[in-house]
């Protein structure tokens, strides 16, 4: 099996097993989902250690809004008293005004904790340097390991305006965000091999050759950003293991 390192911009994402033969219609697509799946679950996650601090996500006319305007507005949070975690909830405000305040109790808290650890741990890059590929089984699992760990704390499920719930049903809204920014649409999606651009409907031999056991770097990026930079022809170790010879050397000349 060959094995791709793919990189976005600079930085290793993950690694992704394949073979010389596949199609490179279902490689692209795989790592365009790995992909951004890896970048939900940082959304998801993040959002939980706000639901874990400050309960569920007050409805978008109350987001901002301080005590007195939402009295004076006579706006109330019909969901505050339908979703109450399990266990019962602590009063902690939420100084960003996005959430309501009811947070769950110290054993809630911890069922999300472990639950946002486990899911990073499935798709860390840190799996890059130990050499395991990431699949989109993996991805799969980790979002389930955070969904199954807010239906704990959430049995009746979170109010459908909540980030969370939304991202979990896939209709989160990102226009605006920075978030947006970093998901690759995949109409839009370029996959690159040493500064050549790897094309729907061909195989992957034609661009990575036939050697079936081999590692190679990939980059992805999308339309508007261009040809990528090519990978250098010695790793930065490598070439700092040469200049520390070559100045080894030239002291070696000066001293006979």
Not at 45 to 72: F, N, R, V
Not at 110 to 137: C, E, R, S
Not at 213 to 235: A, D, F, H, M, Y
Request: proline residues 4%; aromatic residues 6%.
């Amino acid at each position: 099996m060959v094995i791709l390192q793919l990189k976005r911009g600079s930085e290793s994402e993950f690694l992704y097993d394949t073979n010389v033969n596949e199609e490179t219609n279902t490689v692209i697509r795989d790592l365009i989902a790995i992909f951004n799946g890896r970048l939900k679950i940082q959304r998801i996650c993040y959002e939980i250690e706000e639901l874990a601090e400050h309960g569920t996500m007050l409805p978008s006319e109350m987001i901002g809004l301080t005590d007195e305007q939402i009295e004076e507005l006579k706006l109330k949070d019909i969901w505050a008293d339908k979703c109450i975690p399990s266990g019962g909830f602590n009063f902690n405000k939420d100084p960003l005004g996005r959430r309501n305040g009811q947070q769950p109790n110290e054993a809630m808290q911890n069922v999300l904790k472990k639950a946002m650890d486990d899911a990073k741990g499935l798709v860390d890059k840190k799996l890059v340097k130990a050499g395991k590929p990431l699949t989109l089984k993996s991805v799969e699992e980790a979002l389930n390991i955070l969904r199954g760990a807010v239906t704990i704390v959430y049995p009746m499920q979170l109010p459908p305006h909540d980030t969370i719930r939304m991202e979990f049903t896939n209709m989160e809204d990102l226009s605006g965000t920075q978030a947006s920014k970093d998901v690759i649409e995949p109409s839009k999606a370029q996959l690159w091999f040493a500064g050549r651009q790897i094309l729907n409907g061909k195989r992957l031999s034609e661009f990575l050759g036939n050697n079936n056991k081999t590692k190679v770097v990939v980059k992805l990026n999308q339309l508007s950003e261009g040809t990528p930079g090519r990978e250098p022809v010695i790793s930065e170790q490598v070439r700092r293991q040469m200049m520390a010879e070559a100045y080894r050397r030239q002291e070696e000349l000066k001293i006979s």
